[in-house]
């Protein structure tokens, strides 16, 4: 059964700063794409970040560059998101991706199989 289990969520204040992790198991996506996604209440699931299977191509959301950094272990099967200067518009639940084949990242949910059960991200103001 594959699984991608994310952790790292919480609350913090506007400026402040979280690490998310996503760990995979119950298969290699050490040569697939891998993304970071977020939902907000009322809002569609909109892409923070892509990473292609060995980090050298990386998309940002326009709204995070600068500010959020993607990262993967292939070692460890697993995608990390780095946030920094954190803003109230950026509470969300925060959802890691994989897809099931192809190396490049996806911007779109539609291509992606695989997803955590989300991690809940709270910027007070």
């Known amino acids: 059964q594959v699984q991608l289990v994310e952790s790292g969520g919480g609350l913090v204040q506007t400026g402040g700063s979280l690490r998310l992790s996503c760990a995979a198991s119950?298969?290699?996506?050490?040569?697939?794409?891998m993304g970071w996604f977020r939902q907000a209440p009322g809002k569609d699931r909109e892409l923070v970040g892509g990473?292609?299977?060995?980090?050298?191509?990386?998309v940002y959301a326009d709204d995070v560059k600068g500010r959020f950094t993607i990262s993967r272990d292939n070692a460890k099967n697993s995608v990390f998101l780095q946030m920094n200067s954190l803003k109230p518009e950026d509470t969300a639940v925060y959802y890691c991706?994989?897809?099931?084949?192809?190396?490049?990242?996806?911007?779109?949910?539609?291509?992606?199989?695989?997803w955590g059960q989300g991690t809940q991200v709270t910027v007070s103001s």
């Open positions: 991706a994989a897809k099931a084949s192809g190396a490049s990242y996806g911007t779109s949910p539609d291509e992606y199989h695989y």
């Open positions: 119950g298969r290699s996506f050490r040569w697939s794409g």
């Open positions: 990473i292609s299977w060995n980090g050298g191509s990386i």
